[in-house]
């Protein structure tokens, strides 16, 4: 097995061990990454000398016995809203194709913090809003998408590019890219994970979170970014805690709400039949199972467009206005409605459900 195959709990346990070094796990993923950068295309932005750089330091302090934690030494990558100090920032767009923040975001930041390896900027949507990855193939069958708005990131976590990543997500984005590339993707508790530093879709929406290979990785990246931020006033303060206890062994006590209504009433058999399958699986392992109905489900998707759009269309308005002619003539058109808060049928149609 390569470095780049582990998961991120295993590479982990193999630099703790000393078994594995940062700079051998960085340089494998970094091999990974340009083999299949051609026909994956996950990264907007790699960064391979700066990752080295950041390797080096992580194997310098673990060797020194000072070892920050799970994430120590570990390639991560983030999708191309986030802001990196030094490292172009553009979400996708031509409006912001010469933009280099001066500081990290808070999401960023926190996977520096825990030690990780940042190796580049994943593609996105343009400014997150779709539920495609333009640029980006779907690693298990380059003829089909890869899901989106984060599709980079769920990409380069299946293609080996990254062992773990960051998305966001306002309806969809995390999860859909991390369902269609066979990874972990987790939508958080809103105001778990801080969002300043992150271009906004809507900021009444939006959530940060982790994509992963496993539950377990998705734990640790979220212990890791979780926290109250003075910047973020919506950021919740809550106790740390170990979100992997329990996993895959014991789940006694552990209620799990089941919907009865929306989720499976239009569904793919092998689909629902692995969710079902899931569902036993933690029964068999303890969790109680609760039956939930989801009250005015039907509306969701309403309510979310009413918020969604909107707010999208007030933080572009004057880029907009000025320079209508870099934006993806998808996005405009939403942004161009949303000025008018209203959502024709007609342009519904034509984009589709952009989230």
């Known amino acids: 097995m390569h470095p780049y195959q582990l998961t991120l709990a295993d590479a982990s346990r193999a630099i703790a061990a000393k078994e594995l070094s940062p700079i051998e796990l960085t340089e494998s993923v970094l091999a990974r990454a340009a083999h299949v950068e051609e026909d994956v295309s996950a990264f907007a932005t790699l960064t391979p000398e700066a990752a080295l750089r950041a390797a080096a330091r992580a194997q310098a302090e673990i060797a020194a016995g000072s070892h920050r934690g799970p994430l120590h030494g570990i390639p991560a990558a983030v999708k191309d809203i986030f802001d990196t100090a030094g490292t172009r920032t553009a979400a996708g767009s031509r409006v912001h194709a010469n933009r280099i923040p001066d500081a990290d975001s808070a999401v960023v930041a926190a996977l520096k913090e825990a030690g990780a390896v940042p190796v580049g900027k994943t593609h996105t949507h343009e400014f997150a809003y779709g539920t495609i990855t333009p640029a980006t193939h779907n690693p298990w069958a380059t003829d089909r998408v890869a899901g989106g708005s984060s599709g980079g990131s769920a990409a380069a976590v299946a293609s080996g590019g990254a062992t773990a990543a960051i998305g966001g997500d306002t309806g969809g984005s995390i999860r859909i890219p991390a369902a269609l590339c066979g ?12 969002r300043h530093g992150a271009i906004p879709l809507s900021w009444t929406l939006d959530h940060v979170g982790p994509i992963t290979r496993t539950v377990e990785d998705a734990a640790l990246v979220l212990d890791a970014v979780a926290g109250h931020d003075l910047r973020d006033p919506t950021t919740l303060r809550v106790p740390v805690e170990d979100r992997t206890r329990g996993i895959g062994t014991n789940l006694t006590g552990l209620r799990i709400g089941v919907p009865g209504n929306y989720f499976f009433d239009r569904i793919e058999p092998d689909v629902e039949q692995a969710v079902r399958s899931a569902v036993e699986t933690l029964a068999g392992l303890g969790a109680e199972l609760v039956g939930v109905e989801i009250p005015l489900a039907e509306s969701v998707h309403a309510a979310q467009w009413g918020i969604m759009v909107p707010e999208a269309a007030a933080y572009h308005q004057d880029t907009l206005w000025r320079s209508p002619e870099y934006y993806g003539p998808d ?16 342009i519904c149609a034509r984009s589709g459900c952009a989230l």
């Open 331 to 346: 996005v405009r058109v939403l942004l161009e409605a949303g000025g008018n808060s209203y959502l024709p049928p007609s």
């Open 183 to 194: 990874a972990v993707g987790l939508k958080p508790t809103h105001g778990l994970v801080p």
